[in-house]
């Protein structure tokens, strides 16, 4: 159990502080995303390969599935507030690395520091809805999910503009200097934690191998998503590769503003949730999991069609936003006091998954192009797809084995 000392909920949960907190949540979360438009800019300062930079991309999905697996477990461990604020200080300080880097190693090592300690958001979170009553608790976890995916999806246009403007240092020296801001306000607004039931660190860590174990519906909505996520990240990555090059030649800020396509996912959230709360889960399912299949179809003329390839990535976009949503609503219904640890399973896989999309991505558009690149996320979309049919399967299977023992 987690106790919080606070003088009570409707003051410390005001409309600005929900606010302030979603604007942290979007920028610790947006500040991994930073690289994907300045890939060419920051090769060009370091004097080295494209390729090369984009490796980052991978390093920060990577690093931060670490984090979500390492860190936001021990959530449970520590005082709260103190330790969302030191996750946010040392992401601030190695965002100002990253603006000081002067070489492709250093550049390398304050990328995983930075997208290690980010996870931050995913410790507030649910402490912000343990603050909230009942009936305003959706309403603060949607606010705040609202500013994380926001921040992601504007932090694209905010590098490219800033890099068009001045510099790619720039952007992560005022990163830096925003995410410090922030922890300092929630160590101002934040109230004291104090857990009243402590677990130790080897039976929290071996909870989540049991979880991951005996949950096997745990796992497949994890590899659905990940694989998914990674469609996601193997589009954004080759993206400036894409649009940097003929027939585009965009900048950096052209590049980042691209990007704001991804709008779509705000409106397959809130449609995800409409249809989740009315008990059509395959419903979305089957529809998401055919987008991101059909979206391989505009997208293969990406090199041709700017029109296609942003249907291309609308569709990938909407298809992914509203699995997630359909995923975390399915695995969170394990349990509820296990929540914290069933969310750094899930998330540890799906952003795995956007690591390897990433890898992936890099790999295949150096040694076949685009078309390699659609032929294998065609590939991975279909295989999430089969995923998904699995569970749901399953899922039915097991439902009509509890009707019948029932009855």
Known sequence: MDKTIRPSTEDILSKGFIFIMAITCGVCAGSNYYNQPLIYSIAQALNTSAEQVAFTIVIGQLSYAAGLFILVPLGDLFEKRSYICILMCFTGLAQVGLSLSQSLPVLYSFTFLAAFFSIATQVLVPFAAGLASPKKSPYVVSMLMSGLFLGILLARSIAGLLSTLWSWHVVYLLSGMLILACALMMWLKLPVSRNTHRMTLIQIYRSLFTLATHQPHLLRRGLAGGIGFGILALIFTTMTFILANAPYHFNDFQIGLFGIVGLAGVFATHWAGKQISAQHENKVAWICMCLLILAWVPLFFAQHSLTAYAVGVIMAYFGLSAIHVLNQNLIYRISIQARSRINSIYMTLYFAGAASGSFIAVYAWRHWGWEG???????????????????????????????????
Not at 380 to 403: C, N, P, Q
Request: charged share 25%.
């Open 373 to 407: 690149c659609v032929i294998i996320g065609l590939a991975m979309a279909i295989i999430s797809f089969a995923i998904d049919r699995i569970d749901f399967r399953v899922m039915s299977r097991h439902k009509d084995e509890l009707s019948s023992s029932e009855s």
